[in-house]
């Protein structure tokens, strides 16, 4: 059941350059997702033909288990499935974020819709201040231009697979994204001593 929450200040605001999940302390954060220059879309450049090889040639099997979790010590992600990892698709990204117990990740929106797959754990989103709990096996939806953020409320790791065809709304223009708040500063010890699955 849906439950509608009020607005709080419970969360920590943390500005870029200030210490957050993703460093440890004492060195300057990186936001890397969201401050680094990425690929959304790819050029079409060359021949017909050549590209039409160059797509055949491309694997059709990434191995997210190859790749290194970026982030913590809170919450953890990678991207085995987008324009700028994997030639082979140029409309959709997919992505996987590990939540340490009790994390939460960052409070924002997009113009994309997204499917969310629970993985791992249970916990619950607030999409535009509304409580929406989930558990494993669940699968959820984010829907366009809706402010949301991703919480586990257990004391388990939670993991989360992200589907949305991102790259084509951004290629038609429907650009607007807004970080209302980053990831919390204050971390507790079970996030402190948390490490992301090593068999995903």
């Known amino acids: 059941m849906d439950e509608t929450l009020a607005p709080t200040e419970t969360h920590t605001y943390v500005k870029p350059g200030e210490p957050g999940h993703n460093v440890n302390a004492g060195k300057e954060v990186v936001w890397e997702r969201w401050q680094k220059k990425r690929v959304f879309v790819r050029a079409l450049e060359g021949t017909y033909g050549n590209l039409i090889t160059e797509l055949f040639s491309q694997p059709r099997v990434i191995r997210a288990g190859e790749m290194k979790w970026k982030g913590g010590p809170q919450m953890y992600s990678k991207t085995p499935i987008n324009p700028g990892h994997?030639?082979?698709?140029?409309?959709?990204?997919?992505h996987l974020n590990a939540f340490a117990p009790r994390a939460y990740g960052q409070n924002h929106g997009h113009m994309n819709s997204a499917v969310m797959y629970v993985l791992r754990g249970s916990g619950y989103d607030v999409h535009d201040l509304r409580k929406i709990p989930y558990r494993q096996g669940d699968a959820f939806i984010v829907e366009n231009a809706c402010v949301h953020q991703h919480f586990n409320d257990t004391d388990e790791e939670m993991?989360?697979?992200v589907m949305k065809a991102k790259p084509l709304f951004l290629f038609?223009?429907?650009?607007?994204?807004?970080?209302?708040?980053?990831?919390?500063?204050?971390?507790?010890?079970?996030?402190?001593?948390?490490?992301?699955?090593?068999?995903?």
């Open 86 to 94: 994997a030639k082979l698709s140029q409309a959709i990204e997919v």
């Open 159 to 161: 993991v989360l697979l």
């Open 172 to 200: 038609m223009h429907m650009l607007f994204q807004k970080m209302v708040k980053y990831p919390p500063c204050d971390l507790t010890p079970e996030a402190l001593a948390y490490n992301p699955p090593a068999d995903i």
